[in-house]
T-cell receptor
Framework: AQTVTQSQPEMSVQEAETVTLSCTYD???????LFWYKQPPSRQMILVIR??????QNATENRFSVNFQKAAKSFSLKISDSQLGDTAMYFC??????????FGTGTRLKVLA | ETGVTQTPRHLVMGMTNKKSLKCEQH?????MYWYKQSAKKPLELMFV???????ENNSVPSRFSPECPNSSHLFLHLHTLQPEDSALYLC???????????FGEGSWLTVV
């Protein structure tokens, strides 16, 4: 069975510092996609970043970047220069087929002033 | 105007009531989803519709009944729910079956 594991239920970081959220997954597929989603206290979940498994290069979106280690089945999210607005639940997600996304249990990140 | 709109945002219903959740997407996407979000659990996929045809049905109890009249609208009809069905119900849409999905703000359901 395909699974996504986020081992850090909660984390905190000082404003302007860097934080890394971890995610591991399990699959026998070779072609798949990975995502990080952010769910702020207002509850609307939004896409942060997307990685295609066949691409070696790590995806980057402004202050957000991933460390994709395909052999280790690891997909961590690095947030640089953390801002108060980054406070949210972060979900790692995976898809190999169609439509059936698999989500982790989430990491609650709190950015401290 | 958000891309995916859900109503109502909050709903309290008795176990014998019949109610519906509504979702509308303004993104021109082909697929729509219902997810259930409970505390400390992964998001649970309930139903997926692609071009108004149901393509996923994840062993959801029959007290939940989806309806997709067109590619922009999705309903979740609720009947004879249990207290353990209390959760945040998220609607989402996507254009690409393996691309990013776009979520609504969710409907908080409390069953009393």
């Amino acid at each position: 069975a395909q699974t996504v594991t986020q081992s850090q239920p909660e984390m905190s970081v000082q404003e302007a510092e860097t934080v890394t959220l971890s995610c591991t997954y399990d699959t026998s597929e070779s072609n798949y996609y990975l995502f990080w989603y952010k769910q702020p206290p207002s509850r609307q979940m939004i896409l942060v970043i997307r990685q295609e498994a066949y691409k070696q290069q790590n995806a980057t979106e402004n202050r957000f970047s991933v460390n994709f280690q395909k052999a280790a089945k690891s997909f961590s999210l690095k947030i640089s220069d953390s801002q108060l607005g980054d406070t949210a639940m972060y979900f790692c997600a995976f898809i190999s087929g169609t439509y059936k996304y698999i989500f982790g249990t989430g990491t609650r990140l709190k950015v401290l002033a | 105007e958000t891309g995916v709109t859900q109503t109502p945002r909050h709903l309290v219903m008795g176990m014998t009531n019949k109610k519906s959740l509504k979702c509308e997407q303004h993104l021109g996407h082909n697929a729509m989803y219902w997810y259930k979000q409970s505390a400390k659990k992964p998001l649970e996929l309930m139903f997926v519709y692609s071009l108004e045809e149901r393509v996923e049905n994840n062993s959801v109890p029959s007290r939940f009944s989806p309806e997709c009249p067109n590619s922009s609208h999705l309903f979740l009809h609720l009947h004879t729910l249990q207290p353990e069905d209390s959760a945040l119900y998220l609607c989402a849409s996507s254009q690409d079956p393996r691309g990013a999905i776009y979520f609504g703000e969710g409907s908080w359901l409390t069953v009393v």
